[in-house]
Nanobody, 128 residues
Framework: QVRLVESGGGLVQAGGSLRLSCAAS????????MGWFRQAPGKEREFVAA????????YYADSVKGRFTISRDNARNTVYLQMSSLKPEDTAVYYC?????????????????????WGPGTQVTVSS
């Protein structure tokens, strides 16, 4: 079982930036795609971004495209989410997760059922 821990959340003004990190406890991290999801109060958890196991491709929700960047450092077992031009509607708890499909190189990453390890989440609050 891989243990994931997110960090980097906080309070920021609209238009500001934050960088989230997600550290994985296990060496097999590099074999799996990683995803970021978020859940706002009273709303369902939604896909934010994903990156293939080999960093070969990245995928984004339309709502964050052009503002957020996902990246990974397999040597450090860490995935990042750089968030810029933040908006109040980005306020949510952000979760990272590991894809359950080893060495998956397809294009479908948006369903949370595809992920089997989740971190506890980190709160991001964007004030207007």
């Amino acid at each position: 079982q891989v243990r994931l821990v997110e960090s980097g959340g906080g309070l920021v003004q609209a238009g500001g930036s934050l960088r989230l990190s997600c550290a994985a406890s296990k060496g097999t991290f590099s074999s799996y795609a990683m995803g970021w999801f978020r859940q706002a109060p009273g709303k369902e958890r939604e896909f934010v971004a994903a990156i293939r196991w080999n960093s070969g491709a990245t995928y984004y929700a339309d709502s964050v495209k052009g503002r957020f960047t996902i990246s990974r450092d397999n040597a450090r077992n860490t995935v990042y989410l750089q968030m810029s031009s933040l908006k109040p509607e980005d306020t949510a708890v952000y979760y990272c997760a590991t894809d359950r499909r080893m060495y998956y190189s397809g294009t479908y990453y948006t369903a949370d059922s595809l992920y089997d390890n989740w971190g506890p989440g980190t709160q991001v609050t964007v004030s207007s």
